[in-house]
């Protein structure tokens, strides 16, 4: 069964940067198309970005040119850089398989304030 462990969150002054990162176990983490997501006190989870085996990416527009997600198969892990963040950002940040999601793990807390 797939575990994931999410980490790098922390508290960020608006405008700040943060490396989150992801650690999957199982096998054929290489083939698996990963994604991010977050989920804001009060609110549903959203997808942010999703990353596939050969490396093309997509965001939701509102991170577009904010946020890069990036992968190393040898590592078998999953980053979200963040750069020019916003209040609004933050949220409990998760990954997952885009296309067949496995049981969450237990996030990583980004809280983005003055």
């Known amino acids: 069964q797939v575990q994931l462990v999410e980490s790098g969150g922390g508290l960020v002054q608006p405008g700040g940067s943060l490396r989150l990162s992801c650690g999957v176990s199982?096998?054929?983490?290489?083939?698996?198309?990963m994604g991010w997501y977050r989920q804001a006190p009060g609110k549903q989870r959203e997808f942010v970005a999703r990353?596939?085996?050969?490396?093309?990416?997509a965001y939701i527009e509102s991170v577009k040119g904010r946020f890069t997600i990036s992968r190393d198969n040898a590592k078998n892990m999953v980053y979200l850089q963040m750069n020019s963040l916003k209040p609004e950002d933050t949220a409990a940040y998760y990954c997952?398989?885009?296309?067949?999601?496995?049981?969450w793990g237990q996030g990583t807390q980004v809280t983005v304030s003055s």
């Open positions: 997952n398989d885009y296309l067949r999601p496995t049981n």
């Open positions: 199982g096998s054929v983490f290489s083939r698996r198309v």
């Open positions: 990353i596939n085996s050969s490396g093309s990416t």
